[in-house]
């Protein structure tokens, strides 16, 4: 006999339905900030030290939407 697999509703399906929209919520809140950091002059590594990862890391997840938004991107030697 094969265990039987809770259907998802309820409270459970509830919780973890509201950590996904909180999840989405978060990235767009970063997505906004990262980019009002960028266009006031921020540096990647100030980007990634106020969000506590690395330059790199940052620069990997916002450097497409941030070019493709016209912003102007600091090269780091720059």
Do not use: C, F, Y
């Not at 094969?2 to 997505?31: F, N, W």
């Not at 009002?36 to 940052?58: D, F, I, K, N, P």
């Amino acid at each position: 006999m094969t265990p039987r697999t809770p259907d998802p509703i309820g409270a459970e399906a509830d919780d973890l339905a509201a950590v996904v929209a909180l999840r989405e919520l978060a990235d767009r809140l970063e997505d906004a900030a990262v980019e009002r950091a960028m266009r006031s002059g921020w540096s990647w590594t100030q980007v990634a030290e106020a969000l506590g990862v690395t330059r790199q890391a940052v620069h990997k997840k916002h450097h497409r939407r941030l070019g493709e938004a016209g912003i102007e991107l600091r090269r780091r030697n720059a």
